[in-house]
């Protein structure tokens, strides 16, 4: 499945005051995922296999490294879980980096909610505008996620610029 999306992705002390903030707009929660995500080593984009107790998911995207909210084109292939297709990936691709985290999921329409704590790296929120059908606009998008972060009362300070999986890599290449 191709997906287009606007997000962005900030740092906070803790996830407890946005996700009450979300909860005055009445979301659809879908539960607290527990996922492990393994990024492949890989010329173009980003490859992750993605595998928790609501979400499994093989996901390419490209998405540039800038703090503001930016596109992702995402192509998500949703599977059983399978230690077979990581076995694969592995020996052909080899692994750059393993994350793990604790996300609370949410929407809003078409917006996706994460409130994530990740090992290693903290608190997170991340908001992505989704396009699953290709009937909005990148600038729509970019509205909805301009609107959540404005109604978070987010500071630009704390946008953050690059996936997981890199912030993840960085860290072991200083240690």
Not at 62 to 78: G, Y
Request: hydrophobic share 35%; aromatic share 10%.
């Amino acid at each position: 499945m191709k997906l287009k999306n606007v997000e962005f992705k900030v740092k906070v002390s803790n996830t407890d005051q946005p996700e009450q903030r979300l909860k005055e707009l009445n979301p659809v929660f879908k539960g607290e995922d527990h996922q492990t995500d393994t990024y492949f080593k890989v010329k173009h984009g980003r490859l992750k296999l993605r595998e928790g107790n609501i979400e499994n998911a093989l996901i390419h995207y490209h998405r540039p490294n800038t703090a503001a909210a930016k596109q992702s084109d995402v192509i998500l292939h949703t599977h059983h879980p399978d230690k077979a297709l990581k076995e694969i990936l592995t020996i052909h691709l080899g692994i750059m980096s393993v994350v793990k985290k604790r996300r609370r999921i949410y929407f809003v329409d078409n917006v996706k909610f994460h409130f994530d704590k990740v090992d290693g790296l903290g608190c997170f929120v991340e908001v992505e505008a989704i396009d699953s059908e290709g009937s909005l606009s990148t600038e729509s998008l970019q509205r909805q996620c301009d609107y959540y972060f404005d109604y978070f009362g987010f500071d630009s300070q704390d946008l953050v610029d690059r996936s997981y999986g890199e912030m993840v890599f960085l860290q072991k290449t200083w240690l």
